[in-house]
């Protein structure tokens, strides 16, 4: 009859802090992977805030035309102006967004803005 050990090999490496137990290469795939979510998480998030930031200036900048506005025309045009530009606004953020995560996934070297 044979007994063979509760642990294997790997665990053992494991537990002692040697190391992941993955077949050669697939840890350096992994860390690869790693690597390229973080950049792009990153990239998305600066891209964000600054949109965020943009946004935030063109609403402000809106209401204080409304508040100069004299007749309800006047409001309705900066009203319609402000929807339009707002829809472009975040259809490009979206477009440069998917951009970002498209070339993480194809492994894109260069993540451009």
């Known amino acids: 009859m044979t007994i063979m050990s509760k642990t294997s090999g790997a665990s053992e490496r494991l537990r002692g802090g040697i190391g992941m137990a993955l077949p050669d290469g697939d840890g350096r795939a992994l860390t690869n992977a790693s690597e390229a979510w973080f950049a792009a998480t990153a990239e998305c998030q600066r891209e964000m805030l600054g949109f965020m930031s943009m946004r935030l200036e063109k609403d402000g900048e809106a209401v204080r035309e409304m508040m100069g506005c004299k007749t309800m025309a006047d409001a309705a045009s900066v009203h319609s102006h402000w929807v339009e530009e707002t829809l ?9 967004l998917m ?9 894109g070297a260069s993540l451009k803005r």
């Open 99 to 107: 951009t970002i995560y498209s070339n993480s996934v194809s492994g």
């Open 88 to 96: 472009r606004d975040y259809n490009a953020e979206i477009t440069k």
